[in-house]
């Protein structure tokens, strides 16, 4: 199929070829597609993403991206590398690790220059994705001296810079406020509609159901226990329940205590 | 500035771990006066550290203090019209380097080892101490070019954004995967100068300011080796990050220096005053 994006064919991956942290993957994305990899802690959601963007490679089974069989030996021709990071871009867990310049402009340019694009792509995008991101103000400073929600905003900025077709984000709302967990759920929905190819890994099941159609669900065995539409997933409290996405909580209302599971699908009733 | 948790009782070790993370955070961080709008920030890093090498050049090479003093007033012009405190600057740059220099250089002034002129004496000790006028001037030249070339370096790297500095190495034809380490270097000490500073807390928080001798060296090469994971952690990370974003082995770096004649104007006085400063010291 022309559309497809990522054919993953029996996929598993270990760290130290002993601790598995991925077994039996098997997915298709295809282009234009909001996917959500949902699971608890340590189920190899971000593992996958960095299989899907090329940094690691599976020990067995086969990852096929843009028509292509993805190996180091594809992505070792310079021609190659240089298509695939154009089209596809990660945004990391930590936003430290992926501002390593000593400034925001240059973090933000770095992924253009080095594909090799010319100054006037370079300032443009540069000037886009600072009014998409609302940042401009943040330009001249210095990564560390950010906040964690202005260094994810910096962090999608770099990705955004390059244009890529596909989006991964790994755990894009983790550890911020509301306010700016908002603005990040806004910008991928605005992305979606745009037409990118969308991949979040993430365990707030808030954002779920806004930023993905498709949602696969991780196990603590590293495999896919369930995958289907996002509504279908959500509607699942057992499921959600046993592998740690929600809980039962009791807390107070008016005038009285209750204790149940909580749902982004569900309204709150009393 | 960014201070750490003060410990008033503290011991000598703790209190120096403390203040060397603080010193190394507030370094990374120090950049008040490089981002203001004064003459030298106005000037482009590339000329301006040019200009700057200059004076280096005729501090180390002049022999009358008089003409070094008369540098290092201009420095401390430099200083005022690029709204650097003075009274900032002198305490930056004479309380290390300068003061020390001048420790060293005491026994030379006496006539034990540099023999000649004698203007004045005491008694300590039962010893004679001769101080001599050769012993002296070598001494205050001695003490002026070292505080005026410290004074030149540091007004240069306060007055300049550190990434910038970085950049001018890429002038003097240092490769850019050089200065693309030294500036991630850079970048990440201040991340382990606030994940050592965690940790030293965290371990205070559970065993307390008091510990056995053999416990605390325990906790310290625990810390070591913990830290080195971290790092060796954190280096893969960042090349992953690096490569997702199309990096492949030769980095390119953003170069956005673009000279304009003030620049130009600021080099040809830098060289005139240099040569003016030669012609009178040779004309003395």
Do not use: H, M, W
């Given at each position: 199929m022309n559309d497809r994006i990522f054919k993953l064919t029996d996929v598993q991956y270990s760290y130290l070829g002993k601790y598995p942290a991925l077994r039996d993957i098997n997915m298709t994305i295809r282009k234009g597609e909001q996917v959500a990899l949902i699971g608890s802690n340590g189920t190899g959601k971000s593992t996958l993403l960095h299989i899907l963007d090329g940094l690691i490679f599976p020990d067995r089974g086969e990852v096929i991206a843009l028509g292509q069989t993805l190996n180091e030996d594809y992505l070792s021709d310079e021609k190659n590398a240089h298509?695939?990071?154009?089209k596809v871009g990660l945004v990391f867990q930590n936003a430290d690790i992926q501002l390593f310049c000593p400034s925001v402009k240059e973090d933000i340019v770095f992924g253009p220059l080095q594909l090799g694009f010319n100054d006037k792509i370079i300032a443009d995008r540069l000037a886009q994705v600072l009014e998409i991101l609302e940042i401009g103000h943040l330009l001249e400073r210095i990564p560390h001296q950010l906040s964690i929600g202005e260094k994810r905003k910096v962090a999608i900025a770099s990705v955004?810079?390059?244009?890529?077709?596909?989006?991964i984000f790994d755990e894009p709302t983790a550890g911020l406020d509301p306010l700016t967990v908002r603005h990040i759920v806004d910008f991928i929905v605005k992305a979606k509609q745009k037409g990118k190819t969308i991949i979040t890994a993430t365990h707030d099941l808030h954002i779920v159901g806004e930023i993905a159609d498709t949602v696969y669900l991780f196990g603590k065995d590293k495999r896919i226990i369930k995958q289907g539409p996002a509504e279908k997933i959500l509607e699942d409290k057992?499921?959600?329940?046993?592998?740690?996405?929600i809980h039962i909580h009791g807390h107070s209302h008016t005038g009285f205590t209750h204790a149940h599971p909580h749902l982004p699908t569900e309204k709150h009733s009393n | 500035m960014i201070r750490?948790?003060?410990?008033?009782?503290?011991?000598?070790?703790?209190?120096?771990?403390?203040?060397?993370?603080?010193?190394?955070?507030?370094?990374?961080?120090?950049?008040?006066?490089?981002?203001?709008?004064?003459?030298?920030?106005?000037?482009?890093?590339?000329?301006?550290t040019i200009v700057f090498l200059f004076f280096l050049i005729t501090a180390v090479c002049l022999?009358?203090?008089?003409?070094?003093?008369?540098?290092?007033?201009?420095?401390?012009?430099?200083?005022?019209?690029?709204?650097?405190?003075?009274?900032?600057?002198?305490?930056r740059t004479w309380v290390f380097i300068p003061i020390f220099s001048l420790c060293i250089v005491i026994p030379s002034l006496f006539s034990f080892v540099s023999g000649g002129q004698a203007i004045a004496s005491f008694h300590a000790l039962g010893i004679k101490f001769i101080i001599t006028r050769q012993g002296l001037d070598g001494a205050v030249l001695f003490v002026a070019r070292i505080a005026t070339s410290v004074s030149l370096v540091v007004l240069l790297s306060l007055t300049t954004r550190h990434g910038e500095l970085l950049k001018v190495l890429r002038n003097f034809k240092v490769p850019q995967v050089f200065v693309l380490t030294v500036s991630m270097c850079y970048r990440y000490l201040?991340?382990?100068?606030?994940?050592?500073?965690?940790?030293?807390?965290?371990?205070?928080?559970?065993?307390g300011i008091v510990s056995h001798h053999g416990k605390g060296q325990h906790i310290v090469a625990w810390n070591i080796a913990n830290t080195y994971n971290k790092s060796t952690q954190l280096s893969e990370d960042v090349y992953k990050a690096m490569l997702?974003?199309?990096?492949?082995?030769?980095?390119?770096?953003?170069?956005k220096f673009h000279p304009q004649l003030k620049d130009w104007f600021c080099l040809i006085g830098s060289v005139i005053v240099s040569a003016c400063l030669f012609y009178m010291e040779l004309r003395k």
């Open positions: 298509l695939f990071r154009s955004l810079a390059i244009d890529p077709e596909i989006i057992i499921l959600l329940q046993e592998n740690n996405l | 750490t948790t003060s410990i008033k009782n503290g011991n000598f070790l703790e209190r120096s771990a403390l203040s060397a993370l603080s010193f190394v955070k507030n370094a990374t961080l120090y950049e008040e006066f490089a981002v203001n709008k004064g003459f030298l920030q106005s000037l482009e890093p590339r000329i301006k022999k009358s203090a008089i003409f070094i003093a008369l540098l290092y007033l201009l420095c401390l012009t430099l200083a005022f019209c690029s709204g650097v405190p003075i009274i900032f600057f002198l305490v201040y991340l382990f100068a606030v994940i050592i500073e965690n940790i030293f807390i965290a371990i205070k928080s559970r065993v997702s974003r199309g990096y492949s082995g030769e980095p390119r770096l953003l170069e």
